[in-house]
């Protein structure tokens, strides 16, 4: 393929599965739409994060009609910026853009964008300085340009109104869902893969990346309080050189950095520990927890809006400024007995049962066929 974009079938990149469009409650079919929407798939060029899985998670779910666009090849930083702002914008003609990572070309109003969070408005001092700057500059333009914005949760549509002042109408919330294979592992998998990484005593689980609304140094220094002998914390997605970033002396007893792992091990991962933890300041939805009570593992998290709202009562919550509740609540999943603990995990997998990858999708397509009658 050569040029500045390619024209594809989004099928022909993704098995995507055909769902009714009326499960949405949609009254539009596919013959009254005035646009043929397409998905901007630019997004697809950087590491799996949060935003990739969300769409890498939807698009088997969406109907044969969408049609991708996206750079003859992985780009990123300026160079992905100037594609999609400078090149993607000619390859539209009469179709309508679903935009579904955070950002997409200023000028084209015909347009769906999904913004996951606000949090380069809310703390951009969370980020790099050019890219808070960036963000800060098109996120409340394109906002307020584009025909429709799909978010993840009331939290962000709260966050992105008052931030962006953009109409609450304008804002969707469509929740993110868990993608079947998080489920309960059987115990000969969970002690394969458990062995594979030397976990052999009961362990906390963290998943999550290295920026600083994680809150990982805090849950450092909770760990660091004790009383976790004989226990272990395991950490993914990031490697022993944190510890160079943090202020702590040497590698904390019973912290296990395991770094980047397959996706494929997860579930086991989730199935296995006594407890995952997710200790973040900020988030618009909160995937994680979720996905580790679609696989029946307690679960703490910190109290904020986002985990509130996608938890609700099938978690236990600390202060994520305080070390020491979190300490606590640490000590509280490794010693929950029996009865507390398959409880717990029961009212997890309830939870995680009312979120669907099918669902979401559906509902995103309604939008999508609304916005290109309009």
């Not at 013959?31 to 088997?60: F, K």
């Not at 397959?262 to 996905?291: H, K, R």
Request: glycine share 8%; proline share 7%; with cysteine.
């Amino acid at each position: 393929m050569s040029g500045g974009s390619c024209r594809i079938r989004a099928q022909s990149i993704y098995p995507m599965k055909q769902f009714d469009v009326h499960n949405a409650g949609s009254t539009t079919s596919s013959s009254m739409m005035t646009l043929a929407p397409c998905v901007n798939l630019r997004t697809l060029g950087y590491g799996l994060t949060g935003v990739q899985r969300y769409l890498l998670s939807l698009l088997p779910h969406m109907p044969s009609e969408l049609n991708a666009l996206k750079p003859p090849r992985a780009l990123q930083g300026i160079k992905g910026h100037i594609w999609e702002q400078i090149y993607l914008p000619g390859q539209l003609r009469r179709r309508l853009l679903w935009s579904p990572g955070n950002t997409g070309p200023i000028v084209v109003s015909r347009q769906v964008l999904t913004v996951h969070d606000a949090a380069t408005l809310d703390h951009p001092e969370w980020f790099e300085r050019k890219f808070a700057l960036w963000y800060n500059a098109l996120l409340p333009l394109l906002v307020r340009k584009v025909r429709a914005i799909i978010t993840v949760s009331q939290f962000s549509k709260e966050r992105i109104t008052q931030s962006t002042r953009v109409e609450p109408e304008r804002v969707h919330v469509i929740s993110n869902g868990v993608e079947p294979r998080f489920r309960p592992t059987d115990p000969k998998t969970v002690e394969q893969v458990t062995r594979k990484f030397d976990l052999n005593n009961p362990y906390i689980l963290f998943v999550g990346s290295l920026e600083p609304r994680k809150n990982l140094k805090m849950l450092l220094e909770a760990w660091q309080l004790g009383g976790f002998d004989g226990a272990t914390l395991a950490v993914v997605g990031a490697s022993g050189y944190l510890f160079q970033r943090l202020p702590f002396d040497s590698m904390l007893a019973g912290v296990r950095m395991l770094g980047r792992v397959e996706d494929e091990v997860l579930p086991a991962l989730y199935s296995g520990a006594a407890g995952f933890v997710y200790p973040s300041i900020y988030e618009g939805f909160g995937l994680p927890p979720l996905e580790a009570m679609a696989c029946g593992c307690p679960v703490a998290v910190s109290d904020i809006p986002a985990h509130r709202e996608v938890c609700a009562n099938a978690a236990i919550y600390f202060d994520p400024f305080s070390p020491e509740d979190l300490s606590s609540k640490l000590e509280s999943l490794l010693r929950l007995d029996d009865p507390s603990r398959a409880s717990l995990a029961e009212g997890g997998l309830h939870r995680a049962a009312s979120h669907s990858w099918e669902r979401a999708a559906s509902h995103t397509w309604h939008i999508l066929q609304t916005a290109a009658s309009g």
